[in-house]
């Protein structure tokens, strides 16, 4: 594979003083409940309210002069799209993004506050129009997660991580398509080669898992109606596929009820807002399905983008 | 009187590796939209939620043996009474909290769970029965703000956010009965004297500004019925207000209105739970009424006790 270990400590020298180092948290209250030592990696409060930054930016400071100059295209109705518009814009780069028609008003005006093109297709057309704006148009498309650039940026949450704690042992992340956990397990390699990275999806979303026991990529045929809209995925990329196979220590799956509840614990008890999505990487701890008795955990908190004023019923009502 | 420049220093030690060293958070859309560069304190994660247990821990700390042994007092159903429970149960100190008998099951609970006794009393009746029990049993009454101790140790919060952030220029701070202010104006003093301490209150809820500009503690008839529910003290301390006229700068008010978009914005854009009491120090900034140009400004994000998925219809219809 073209990915190193050194790819994330590069990444990690690109996005220094770009992306915000963001705050480690800890609470009491949840080591108790958990039985072991939690350290919450915030990229909620990173630029853009996710990861998603680091690795657009790690991607499209890498282009040519002239790809530069020609723009980048990408699609995505989520924090991708804010990310690589956000990047482009510190870059000086013509970004496109191609989001479903239905995208809600709010994301399509975080986007277009970014100075990016928006471009509106059908959910179904989506990478196709993509892809014929990059061929018509010259310009370079930046795959949400089945990039080498992509992967390594997204590593660099991780990096940091082990940078401002020592001696974890356990590193829990939440899967998508499968970006953040290879782009932490490279980072866990290189850093911490003791640390076991842990990718976590929601049970009714479990292709990555299935991918990484079989060691082909597993597709969905429809996006899994999970509470977790983040990590709605179909499939995980095949670069991401095999750095998962090489240094993911294990994969495991949480019920939407386990993430109801690790996502209202947060907000309540550590009163920080995240997505559905990510309070999918700390359930199986809170819940106790993946006991860690003792140890010294990791876990990546990786966004926040969601109205906490326009929440869904299955969160409001589960204690209302 | 007798709360010295000292006395902060010395509860900043008491509290050290007790109290949580909480983060201080920045944000560069804040910053553009208000136009200075702005530090948030952020409180809300601290031990219980809220700054009150550095002044509970500070007060009660310093019982003697006797003293300790005998009990604690207070009246509060909100983050006082949290604070005095677990500054009493890590310091093996009984405590007894008189609580209004509509106090929400939840906070009754969470005070319970530090292992305080609570006693039911009429709302208006609160004050009577604390110290009818102080009398009847010999327990120290622990008051929420007038009361040195309690204000030296409020003090600290401000206290590390100048060791956090140098040459801070202004720093805002909400005002309820004055322990925070009062506190947060002796920590300046001490360390920072450069730095113009501004005490924030609702308009509907103006008498610390009252007081503070007569130098008479005015009372208000009825708690005033703003939305910073945590700040519907009828009178400040005064205690409090002879640190005030001494050591504050200025004292300004913010509408219900400004303190709802405040809210709404730390929410959203910060991705930080905070009381609707606690956007009330932003609020002069982000609305323009009190603007600060180029200037770097610490703002004290007190508390973040509110229960995320039952928000009052002022906060969530807004913008729905």
């Known amino acids: 594979m073209a990915l190193t270990l050194s790819d994330v400590a590069a990444a990690a020298e690109r996005l220094r003083d770009i992306a915000h180092r963001t705050p480690v948290h ?29 690795g657009a930016y790690n991607a499209i400071s890498q282009l040519s002069p002239e790809q530069k100059a020609a723009g980048v295209v990408t699609h995505s109705s989520g924090n991708h ?29 975080a986007t277009a506050g970014y100075g990016a093109r928006i471009v509106s297709a059908p959910a179904a057309q989506r990478e196709k129009v993509s ?24 590593g660099t949450a991780a990096w940091e991580l082990f940078e401002q704690v020592e001696g974890l042992e356990l590193l829990f992340v939440p899967v998508g398509g499968g970006g953040l956990i290879s782009g932490s397990a490279l980072a866990a390699a290189a850093r911490q080669p003791g640390c076991r990275v842990v990718g976590v999806e929601p049970a009714i979303a479990d292709d990555a898992n299935r991918s990484w026991r079989s060691g082909t990529v597993q597709v969905l045929d429809q996006p899994p109606p999970t509470i977790a809209d983040g990590l709605r995925t ?36 550590l009163k920080i807002i995240i997505e559905p ?44």
């Open 131 to 154: 892809a014929q704006l990059a061929r018509d148009e010259g310009l370079t498309l930046v795959h949400p997660y089945d990039d080498d650039r992509i992967i390594a940026g997204q």
């Open 277 to 320: 999505s990510r309070a999918v990487a700390l359930a199986p701890l809170l819940s106790g399905r993946y006991p860690a008795p003792g140890r010294r955990v990791g876990v990546i908190l990786s966004g926040g983008n969601v109205d906490p004023f326009n929440l869904p019923e299955e969160i409001t009502g589960a204690n209302a």
């Open 81 to 109: 799209a804010q990310g690589v518009a956000l990047a482009a814009q510190l870059l000086g780069v013509p970004a496109t993004i191609v989001m479903p028609d239905d995208a809600p008003a709010v994301k399509r005006e």
């Open 26 to 54: 800890t609470s009491r209250t949840l080591d108790a409940l958990a039985g072991c030592q939690i350290f919450l990696k915030c990229e909620n409060f990173q630029r853009v309210g996710a990861f998603k930054f680091r």
């Open 234 to 269: 179909r499939f995980i990329g095949e670069r991401n596929l095999a750095v998962m196979r090489q240094y993911v220590y294990d994969m495991t799956t949480v019920s939407e009820e386990e993430i109801v509840a690790a996502l209202r614990f947060v907000w309540q008890r």
